[in-house]
């Protein structure tokens, strides 16, 4: 029961630089979900995806780049790194199709901009 | 907006002693409601969820949460905490298609 796998699991990269996080679901679930955690904010979606080619924006997607050609993969880009994307980021899928909102998380990805 | 708002930001609580989380929603109708658990350096772990029904739910690790329409909230309780239960907890509401707003979280901190 692999669910989520998340990569790199820990990332450091300098300001200005172009970041991929990755994450694969071995479910086919059409639901995925990015969030990111910061101290004091608790977690906040970036981005969201129904399906293979359909994303949409959350609440905080300023300098982020989605893209789902593929059911099982969600990656994350940062195209241009900054200091503020200095967090945590998580990837999320319903538990099941029908899991009314539940969702499954990764290990996170732990990202610092120097 | 929807909203999920958790007052404490830390609570303390003696090995042995009962706790109870704080979760507020704002919502135009009543969301599906969730408490995770995360330990340090580690994901979001799923305590226990409300759909619909009963307003009383049990969870796992000894937790159980109110609901209670009237006072929009989803307060997360256990009898006798255990020095494992240090963790951070977030409360979230929703079940739509965009996911789930999470509150900012509560960190617990058990005494000896």
């Not at chain 1, 679901?25 to 990111?36: C, G, K, L, V």
């Not at chain 2, 708002?5 to 109708?29: F, K, M, W």
Request: with cysteine; proline share 4%; net charge neutral.
């Amino acid at each position: 029961d692999a669910g989520i796998t998340q990569s790199p699991r820990y990332k450091i990269t300098e300001t200005g630089r172009q970041v991929t996080l990755m994450c694969h679901q071995t479910w086919s679930h059409s639901y995925m979900f990015w969030y990111r955690q910061d101290l004091g904010h608790g977690l906040r979606l970036i981005y969201y995806s129904a399906a293979a080619d359909i994303t949409d924006k959350g609440e905080v997607p300023d300098g982020y780049v989605v893209s789902r050609s593929k059911t099982e993969n969600f990656p994350l880009t940062l195209e241009s790194a900054t200091r503020s994307q200095t967090s945590v980021y998580f990837c999320a899928t319903p538990r099941t199709e029908l899991s009314n909102g539940e969702l499954f998380f990764g290990e996170g990805s732990r990202l610092t901009v120097l | 907006a929807q909203s999920v708002t958790q007052p404490d930001i830390h609570i303390t609580v003696s090995e042995g002693a009962s706790l109870e989380l704080r979760c507020n929603y704002s919502y135009g109708a009543t969301p599906y409601l969730f408490w995770y658990v995360q330990s340090p350096g580690q994901g979001l772990q799923l305590l226990l969820k409300y759909f619909s029904g009963d307003t009383l739910v049990q969870g796992i690790k000894g937790f159980e949460a109110e609901f209670k329409r009237s006072q929009s909230s989803f307060n997360l309780r256990k009898p006798s905490v255990h020095w494992s239960d240090a963790a951070e907890y977030f409360c979230a509401a929703g079940g739509g298609a965009d996911g789930l707003t999470f509150g900012k979280g509560t960190h617990l901190i058990i005494q000896p």
